[in-house]
């Protein structure tokens, strides 16, 4: 049973614009959640986080927005840019944190 | 910037070969991790560890064995590798809750 789910394998947005990308999540004792960005042949390299406290986090072109009672996050980047293309994985934890990742989201971007 | 290091970071082995994929963490995080990614592109959980002498297996069932006897030392051990092992190991280690991934070590078994 997958706990964090991420349901577009793929995302295709044009260089400038805003890329959305979502994960929804199931286990209610999840307080924490994270992005990672990854590149092929590479390790997943930490982006963004937010606490269960909150519901907006932002740095420079990345924000994360946390709907608790949706059980839903988003990461949205604005302006997209082409070195943006990756895979992002929505990560969250709980008691022991311990990190269980979503399936991933290709992000293309296209100039 | 990151302290954690994998290698080799490709390796391509015959089948029944027995093969140690390293890793090492200079942040002196006490929890660290093995993911096995597959080119569908999930990251699957496969050993964690809490600390010294401490080692669980992960969500994902898998053939190989892990240890922990240093803080900055996990180990992965394949006894007798099969074509079925070929896929990308990532480790990571965490002080809390953001885990710094090494760069993988990508296996492929003929």
């Known amino acids: 049973d997958q706990q964090v789910k991420q349901n577009s394998p793929s995302l295709s947005v044009q260089e400038g614009r805003i890329s959305i990308l979502n994960c929804d999540y199931t286990n209610s004792m999840f307080d924490y959640f994270l992005w990672y960005k990854k590149y092929p042949a590479e390790g997943p390299t930490f982006l963004i986080s937010i606490s269960s406290i909150k519901d907006k986090n932002e740095d420079g072109r990345f924000t994360v927005f946390l709907n608790k009672s949706a059980k839903h996050l988003s990461l949205h980047i604005v302006p997209s840019q082409p070195g943006d293309s990756a895979v992002y994985f929505c990560a969250a934890s709980g008691a022991g944190n311990m990190l269980t990742f979503g399936g991933g989201t290709r992000l293309m971007v296209k100039p | ?110």
């Open chain 2, 1 to 110: 910037e990151a302290d954690i290091y994998q290698t080799p970071r490709y390796l391509v082995i015959g089948t029944g070969k027995k093969i140690t994929l390293e890793c090492s963490q200079t942040m002196g995080h006490d929890k660290m991790y093995w993911y096995q990614q597959d080119p569908g592109m999930e990251l699957h959980l496969i050993h964690y560890s809490y600390g010294v002498n401490s080692t669980e297996k992960g969500d994902l069932s898998s053939e190989s064995t892990v240890s922990r006897i240093r803080t900055e030392h996990f180990p992965l051990t394949l006894e007798s590798a099969r074509p079925s092992h070929t896929s990308q190991y990532l480790c990571a280690s965490s002080a809390n809750t953001e885990a710094f991934f090494g760069q993988g070590t990508r296996l492929t078994v003929v």
